[in-house]
């Protein structure tokens, strides 16, 4: 399952950008995934339910209970608190700006916690997941996180396990207390060196990985034509868009870019599926809405209106 990688580094430190792929959700499961490709639909991971207060100022986690860390190490609300703590003591660790939110965040219980907002936000939880939950007995001894690489990690997801790193792969194996060990159905994942797209593209084609994501040109001549068991998949939240720059200190030449006609005739002498078949050798289709959303998201977006429209 290779991405394009210049190193192999055993860093799998959740706040730090140098970590290797693997280590969000991985080794470090988030309390809720929102799947965009749902709609936006729940999945819960440490977490079983959210609510949000009626003033949307707060919000309640409930976690799932019985989940323990990778070392046998039983799962609660003190590793939830501690971690948005780091956060909140070290502004730097804080990527997603979490804190630009949070007044303060509570324990009710071993296996609730309770957020308080500085304003109301009836998203914050999109934003709040985004948080890294780790081990407090473990990282409450680590000294400078910033630098820690956390060689051997300790998390709560299916692969925590580094039985095999070297300078051309990793391999990361199943978590032993994982909670959800009935719907994992491999037992590692290996974890190659690629260096670039032209090396991707060889090894993907000689059969060398079994799931991967990257830009493939000419995919079905390049790919999918060797097997009939080479498959592919294009998601839905993939676009492309070209943004022209209409500022300018030329007071006639902004009359002239701030005119509806003129802006019309720029985007009607745009020709997209040229674009697509030089670009992206054809893999896409003009986008039919001014929003520039996908039209593989009209069927999701037509049957979310239509519930919302029904709950009205």
Known sequence: MPEHQDQIVANFNPFSKLSMPTTHQFIFEPLIIFNTLQNNKPEYRLAVHYRLDKDLKGISFTLRKGVKWSDGTPFTADDVLFSFSLTKQRPDLDANA?????????????????????????????????????????????????????AHPIGTGPFTEISHMDDEEYVQCANPYYWQADQRHIDCLRYPKVSNNEEFIRRIANGEFDWSGSFI???????????????YWLPPASNISIMFNFKTANPEIRDVFSNVQFRRAVSMSIQRQLLIDIAAFGQGEPSRYAS???PQFKTGLIR??????CRS
């Open 98 to 150: 979490i804190y630009q939110w949070i007044d303060y965040v509570e324990k009710r219980g071993s296996h609730e916690v309770y957020i308080k907002l500085k304003k109301p936000n009836a998203l914050v939880a999109y934003t709040l997941v985004l948080q890294p939950i780790v081990p407090k007995h473990q990282w409450e001894n680590v000294k400078d996180i910033t630098t820690y690489t956390n």
């Open 292 to 294: 520039g959303v996908s």
């Open 217 to 231: 040109p000419d995919i079905d001549r390049r790919y999918a034509s060797f097997s009939p068991n080479f498959k």
């Open 304 to 309: 979310s209106a239509q519930k919302n429209t």
